[in-house]
């Protein structure tokens, strides 16, 4: 007569090792193939129909987060460190924009872009850099972008870079934001920090979700070293690249 689990699941090897291989085989070490067979048939047939886990309630209703470590960062110079209400104060304004983000995401992603938004392929690396900051900021113009932009009677986003619209963002699945983010934290890597960088790289963190895969905690924890490398470098701290570094360094480490 066949067990239970024999109907529900065939043996796909018969093993016949005799009418007193059972006792022999779960008393001892297989001495054979066809033992070590038996032997995990008799295993299976006491393992329980059902298992539960036992946990507890209590450790799932206290709030998850990532901590990313930034070992290796160069630390900040005194009087450069943010205080930690101020950081405190970031990380709950950076959770409600990301809440907002994925709460939001079809809504935005379903308007019309404007005919001058003209995404690059996923495989164009220079057309994003060219698309995000700009042909000055890429191309290293020594005149300042926002400061052209001023002039000029019709703002050219071809020349200072697209904003990260939440109509833009929004279109990003996740491959494609860990792509943006690897390409601009590259970029950054040789070259110094502006501020259409810094709200890309904004932008981008918050798009990512949780939980952090591998590449992004690799990308991220490179991003926050060059920050803190540039930090280490100031003179001031009046420096108007400071509070923007701050507050990178700040969202990947807490």
């Known amino acids: ?44 047939s006491l393992c329980p129909d059902v298992v539960v886990a036992q946990i507890d309630p209590k450790k799932l209703t206290k709030k998850q987060t990532v901590n990313v470590s930034v070992a290796g960062c160069p630390a900040a110079p005194v009087g450069f460190s943010p205080s930690l209400s101020w950081q405190q104060h970031q990380v ?24 001058n938004v003209q995404m690059p392929k996923l495989t164009d690396e220079e057309g994003w850099k060219r698309f995000c900051l700009g042909e000055k900021t890429y191309l290293g113009s020594s005149s300042s972008s926002l400061a052209d932009a001023d002039q000029e009677p019709a703002l050219d986003y071809s020349k200072v870079g697209f904003p990260p619209l939440l ?3 929004s279109r990003f699945n996740q491959s494609t934001v860990l792509m943006l983010l690897d390409i601009l934290i590259s970029w950054f890597e040789e070259r110094k920090f502006v ?48 509070p923007a570094l701050n507050l990178l360094i700040c969202l990947v480490a807490r």
């Open 195 to 242: 501020p259409q960088l810094g709200r890309w790289l904004y932008a981008l963190l918050a798009c990512l979700e949780k939980p952090l895969l591998p590449e992004a905690h690799s990308s991220i924890r490179q991003l926050a070293r060059r920050c803190a490398q540039l930090r280490s470098t100031m003179n001031s701290q009046e420096d108007e690249n400071l």
């Open 167 to 169: 109509s833009i963002i």
């Open 92 to 115: 709950s304004n950076f959770s409600d924009v990301r809440q907002s983000i994925t709460r939001n995401r079809t809504h935005w992603s379903n308007h019309t872009l404007d005919d």
């Open 1 to 44: 007569m066949k067990s239970d689990v024999e109907e529900l699941m065939p043996r796909l090897l018969p093993v016949d090792c005799g009418e007193d291989t059972e006792d022999r085989v779960l008393n001892g070490p297989p001495r054979n193939p066809q033992e070590y067979l038996r032997q995990v048939q008799l295993e299976a």
